[in-house]
């Protein structure tokens, strides 16, 4: 019996299914419907239409079926579009502070666009006295009264005792939420601001997720249904009930993870090329960067993948001056409305002429299309001048019929005075520009090492752009396996990620223990198996910031015999390709669950050589879960471990070192970060209590060094 995996992304065009089959590790089948924007249900209605196209062309009983997710982009949608809930909001603090909380807590209308605002009403409660049930009731009947539909609850400090919130969320009949329940850090104000976007979309991903799930029942499928978050991975629909707000960017999200299953990578740049618009993302030392969302220039407390947007991609038109061609995009075939020249017959084009139009109203007249004989209208787009130049190969997804590419390209150049080559090549010459602009400033921000930094393209478009932009910078590229349905296999293939912040001054060992196992408990309950979690952590000093995330395999991806795991032999070429090297590469030692390898570099500064010794570290399945450029390596029992580490804090303090190195223990079923503690006593003592806890005979301990 076949063990399959549905993976549905809903894009801005089109809403693309995957089929997998997880015990072969391949796909059986792929669908594409058009995204339902204006279907009463929304874009739910496109991924029930997706699921049973996949069904019923693949002939999938329903009993095959282990798991379904999806990225959506209703939250986005409703927000774009001020589709929003009017939101009571319950201002809490003790009275002296009365002035101050309010002016923290009443966010007022909050602009989301053009003409487009989420609506708030709001109320004060005094918590210095015992909060009264009749008062309580009482504001949320006013805020029911003034249009509210939706309540957000947020109190000063209710991140160190959420029992207020609690109080008043009970008592409400309406759906509530608050701010303890989005983020443990302070900051009165953006907090509530995050509370209240989540909240104005709380009833309309409430109604998706119940017309997805039971779609999904009436099909008689009893699997999980997990949706996409903006951090890169999965949860379940109860969470997105509650927090629909994390789901923001769950379509980038859901490439980047789909890339990293196919193309192990340490240091690079995922491109994702779509029709109209080109996705950027950073991975660092073998995972995605994640940031602090803004929706519409408001800042929230909600961690997304750090993604930049160009408005340049395969389908993007053409734009000129009458005399050269000034620009391409951001308007693209696809909202013209408009077939791509190099997907025509060429009959169809022969006779054509150069027309300039408006792909929308209001947009400038500068956009050129082919308008036949017969009046029909064709795009001249980025994919048809890669396609005229040769560019795309064979049995890839863009590819087009060349000699319509060639004739397209061939009446634009004829009204510019030049050749077909030179005109495919200046739109191609302008697209890598606007992605540079993006990249060029993201490889410095991350400090990326160039010569260790490797393009990922991704999408329907990533032939037409990528190699392009790579080749620009000498750099080295891949195409990502399946790149057309690279997002669809990242969402059914992607792992349990949870974090949780807290404000803490000088974190403890028990602060970071406390909050890791919160955080892993959460991550076990979204369907992690124990055995693949890993827990990381990091303190932010200048903002007293203490950040913990667990990561790991969904629990149906694992336990079967023909579950994808790489042997030893697999895993040493993997680590060679990702040092790049072929010679040196040394596997540590054996540990359940991961491959540990190291290997000596020298490098060369004016008339210094150094040496150091960078680690990797993969899992069962190949996915790089640690890379450190230079670390030393200690194994044995956890007593033994324990000792060492100790001692090389012991030596440090000695040699006048205050801050203590990045640490992590791998005791094979998982792996631990202790980098957000920085004196050598918490770190020491930290290790110690973890190591304590340990099952298993020999640990692992890797250092980072300076």
């Known amino acids: 019996m076949r063990r399959i995996r549905v993976g549905i992304d809903v894009g801005g065009t089109f809403t693309k299914a995957v089929a997998i089959d997880m015990a072969q590790g391949k796909i059986i089948g792929k669908v594409t419907v058009p995204t339902t924007h204006s279907s009463s249900e929304g874009v739910s209605t496109g991924i029930v239409q997706a699921l049973e196209s996949l069904m019923e062309k693949y002939s999938i009983q329903n009993s095959e079926i282990e798991l379904i997710s999806h990225s959506t982009t209703q939250a986005v949608n409703a927000l774009l579009e001020g589709d929003t809930a009017k939101v009571g909001i319950i201002g809490m603090g003790v009275g002296l502070e009365k002035s101050n909380v309010i002016k923290r807590t009443n966010v007022k209308n909050v602009q989301l666009a053009p003409n487009k605002y989420l609506h708030t009403c709001y109320r004060f409660l005094d918590t210095s006295k015992y909060l009264d049930d009749k008062e309580v009731e ?52 953006i907090r509530t601001l995050t509370a209240a976007i989540n909240a104005g979309i709380l009833p309309k991903a409430t109604s998706t997720a119940r017309f997805v799930e039971s779609a999904v029942r009436n099909e008689k499928i009893t699997a999980p249904v997990l949706i996409m978050k903006g951090d890169g991975g999965v949860t379940d629909m109860s969470t997105f ?145 890669a396609n005229a130049l040769g560019l795309v190969p064979d049995g890839d997804y863009a590819k087009a019929n060349q000699d319509s590419a060639k004739m397209a390209l061939s009446i634009l150049a004829s009204r510019l005075g030049t050749t077909m080559e030179q005109a495919a090549t200046i739109i191609l010459d302008i697209s890598v520009k606007k992605v540079l602009e993006i990249i060029e400033p993201m490889i410095r921000e991350y400090k990326l090492k160039k010569e260790r930094v490797v393009f990922i393209g991704g999408g329907g478009g990533a032939s037409v752009l990528v190699p392009q932009i790579a080749r620009e910078l000498q750099l080295p590229w891949k195409i990502a396996e399946h790149a057309e349905v690279i997002s669809s296999i990242g969402v059914a293939a992607a792992m349990i990620y949870e974090e949780a912040e807290r404000t803490v001054t000088n974190p403890k060992p028990e602060d970071i223990s406390a909050l890791a196992e919160q955080v892993k408990k959460v991550a076990l309950e979204r369907g992690a198996l124990p055995e693949s979690v890993t827990i990381q952590s990091e303190y932010l000093s200048e903002r007293s910031l203490l950040r913990v995330s667990a990561m790991g395999n969904i629990s149906l991806d694992i336990g079967t015999a023909n579950a994808q795991e790489i042997n030893e032999d697999e895993a040493h070429v993997i680590a060679c390709e990702l040092f790049g090297i072929n010679e040196g590469v040394q596997r540590i030692f054996d540990m359940k669950n991961y491959h540990i390898f ?54 440090g303090s000695a040699d006048g070192k205050d801050l203590a190195p990045q640490v992590h223990i791998l005791d094979g079923a998982k792996l631990i970060d202790f980098s957000s503690l920085t004196a050598p006593e918490h770190v020491s003592r930290a290790v110690r209590d973890e190591l304590k806890k340990s099952t298993t005979k020999d640990v692992a301990a890797i250092v980072r060094l300076g």
């Not at 629909?244 to 090329?273: K, N, W, Y």
């Not at 077939?339 to 139009?357: H, K, V």
């Not at 570290?617 to 194994?635: H, M, T």
């Open 241 to 385: 009930r509650s927090k629909p707000i994390i789901t923001v960017l769950s379509g980038p999200a859901a490439s980047v993870a789909g890339a990293l299953l196919h193309l192990r990578i340490i240091d690079g740049l995922f491109i994702e090329v779509g029709g109209t618009s080109t996705n950027v993302c950073v991975i660092k030392d073998g995972r995605p960067e994640v940031r602090y969302v803004t929706i519409m220039q408001h800042p929230t407390c909600i961690r997304s993948l750090d993604v930049r947007v160009a408005g340049v991609a395969g389908g993007s038109l053409v734009r000129w001056s009458g005399r050269k061609i000034t620009d391409v995009g951001p308007r693209s075939a696809h909202v013209a409305g408009l077939p791509y020249s190099c997907f025509t017959a060429t009959e169809e084009l022969e006779g054509g002429q150069i027309i300039t139009f408006r792909p929308r109203e209001g947009d400038p007249i500068d956009y050129v299309a082919i308008e036949s004989a017969g009046g029909k209208r064709f795009a001249i787009t980025n994919t048809c001048a």
């Open 138 to 189: 009482q504001a949320i009947e006013e805020l029911k009264e003034e249009g509210a539909e939706v309540i957000v609850v947020s109190e000063a400090y209710g991140v160190d005792d959420p029992s207020n919130e609690r109080f008043v969320m009970e008592k409400s009949d309406i759906p509530a939420t608050a701010g303890h329940e989005l983020t443990g850090i302070y900051g009165l104000e």
């Open 598 to 651: 190291a290997c000596e570099m020298s490098k060369k500064k004016l008339f210094l050589k150094s040496k150091r010794q960078p680690v990797l570290v993969l899992d069962k399945y190949g996915r790089v879960r640690l890379s450190v450029d230079n670390a030393a390596i200690f194994n044995g029992s956890p007593e033994q471990v324990a000792s060492e580490i100790e001692n090389l804090l012991k030596q």
